[in-house]
């Protein structure tokens, strides 16, 4: 290179230079934010070895002594179903969580298992601020002690959070007249005007399903989507939006770690951040002694109250939850056929999501009451109704509607048979239906035993309703002492899988 074209070389970079030098912004400052988020927590002690209050306690209390600038969030489901929850409504849950309290809790469709009051009641007794932007009374006003968008200065940034509930509450939980507005159209105004009011950061702190979560994503208007309700464990990051969707009962943690560089250029300032997602496997996690000494009286509780052996299996029973919601099940059956008897009714027809236990029973298997409420925690009681045999198959077309999503509709069912295509379309897959052996009459009344959830058209069964009730929720008994009696008095039981629920070509 010659002489004139290095001076010209070292000219042009002194000129860049000083013009880099004359537009450069203000020292950047780095915050670390920390989100621990959790939620569908159902049992208050996990399975024993992971999960569970008091090893979530020890992993929020950590998270918070190594960095002051941790928000610890709940995203809803814990008040119900469990077994506890089934004796005190709930009431457990707020005890361990306010040992270590939420920053913000969002309710999930189980916080209205036990209807609105108890709800209140619970945010009354919580140390912590419960939210959502989308949930009012049914006049629209506000739901005293529920909150809505949170905005947190945390180390110099603004950072919004935005609670929103499943606008599907009504139909799969017991809301009462509560006004929910759409989920994804509520969250995503909300956001936008988080945005223009400042925020440096746009969290999201949701209950909704996978779909939902999707779309929020899609939108670009959150920084970071903390979800609940579809038992994942999933991580996402696109560029712009990260994403965390939490486990079931805390088996598994997920703290996502931002490091926020907060920075000035042209009188204008300026967010940036990176994500670090981080995996917990809290069966390594040491409870936390004050959560734990809770937990044991819980137990202790439990074990005075539900131990006693009420009758022996001679078959392995199944309410694993993949089976309940897809098949014929022998915890379905055994259950279905207590309600028959219990009512005298022509035929049972159970949501296969109301059987909660999620587990087996091997044969010989010595049934205890807290078996029961394992099963049953939601404190739904049993009714009967009449209806037409059009409006049972319309209910039975809800019931196999949305089998390949694994809904909780899928019908459990005593004194019929039912043949199902999956394949047709929904509302058109009843292939047959036989009751005490004879083929379904349309314009027969049948005596229909169901829960009271169902008849007020939870989980879409609006089918069940307008009947003549000859059971209702005011003098019909809890489902689990339907079963529990019918259980005592056999003695001993032998479900089989009969048939009573069979796919074409089965």
Do not use: C
Request: proline share 4%.
């Amino acid at each position: 290179m010659s002489d004139f074209k290095r001076r010209l070389t070292a000219l042009l970079l002194g000129a860049a230079t000083t013009g880099l030098m004359a537009s450069a912004p203000v020292q950047a400052e780095t915050v670390k934010l920390t989100i621990l988020g959790v939620g569908d927590i159902y049992n208050f002690d996990g399975d024993g070895e992971s999960g569970g209050f008091a090893r979530l306690n020890a992993v929020a209390k950590a998270e918070r002594a190594n960095n002051p600038n941790t928000l610890y969030v709940f995203d809803g489901d814990m008040l119900s179903p469990s077994l506890l929850s089934g004796i005190d409504e709930g009431q457990n849950t707020i005890d361990l969580t306010n040992l270590v309290p939420f920053d913000i809790a969002v309710p999930g469709n189980h916080e209205f298992d036990f209807g609105p009051e108890n709800f209140e009641q619970k945010m009354a007794v919580s140390n912590y601020p419960w939210a959502a932007i989308n949930i009012t009374q049914a006049d629209g006003s506000p739901i005293q002690g529920l909150g809505g968008v949170m905005m947190k200065e945390i180390a110099g940034l603004k950072v919004a959070l935005i609670p929103v509930a499943q606008d599907t509450t009504p139909e799969v939980a017991n809301s009462g007249d509560l006004k929910f507005q759409p989920t994804v159209d509520t969250a995503i105004a909300a956001a936008k005007k988080a945005r223009e009011d400042g925020a440096d950061l746009v969290i999201g702190v949701v209950q909704t399903d996978m779909s939902n979560d999707r779309e929020l994503i899609a939108s670009h208007d959150f920084d970071v989507i903390m979800s609940g309700d579809d038992h994942l464990n999933a991580m996402f990051y696109d560029g712009i939006t990260a994403y965390v969707e939490t486990s079931i009962d805390a088996r598994y943690l997920q703290p996502l770690d931002l490091a926020v560089e907060i920075s000035e250029k042209d009188g204008k300032r300026k967010i940036s951040w990176e994500p670090n997602f981080r995996w917990i496997d809290t069966a390594t996690v040491t409870p936390d002694p004050e959560s734990m000494e809770l937990v044991n009286g819980f137990k202790k509780q439990l074990d005075d109250n539900l131990g006693q052996v009420i009758g022996t299996s001679e078959t392995a029973l199944d309410s694993r939850r993949n089976v309940v919601r897809s098949e014929e099940s022998t915890m379905g059956d055994l259950i279905a056929d207590a309600l028959l008897a219990a009512t005298k009714a022509d035929v049972t027809l159970i949501n296969g999501g109301g059987i909660r236990g999620d587990t087996t029973y091997d044969a010989g298997h010595q049934l205890t009451r807290k078996d029961v409420l394992t099963e049953l925690p939601f404190g739904n009681k049993t009714v009967v109704t009449e209806i037409p045999g059009s409006q049972l198959l319309s209910a039975l077309e809800n019931g196999f509607s949305q089998v390949e999503k694994g809904a909780g509709r899928f019908p459990q069912i005593a004194g019929m048979d039912v043949v199902y295509d999956a394949s047709a379309p929904a509302g058109s897959r009843v292939v047959s239906v036989t009751v005490g052996g004879a083929p379904l009459d349309i314009n027969k009344v049948y005596k229909v035993a169901t829960n009271d959830y169902m008849l007020g058209g939870g989980d879409g069964y609006t089918a069940l309703g307008g009947g003549k009730v000859i059971v209702n929720a005011g003098n019909g008994n809890l489902m689990a002492n339907d079963v529990i009696t019918y259980i005592e008095t056999q003695k001993t039981v032998a479900p089989k899988i009969d048939g009573r629920i069979k796919k074409q070509g089965e």
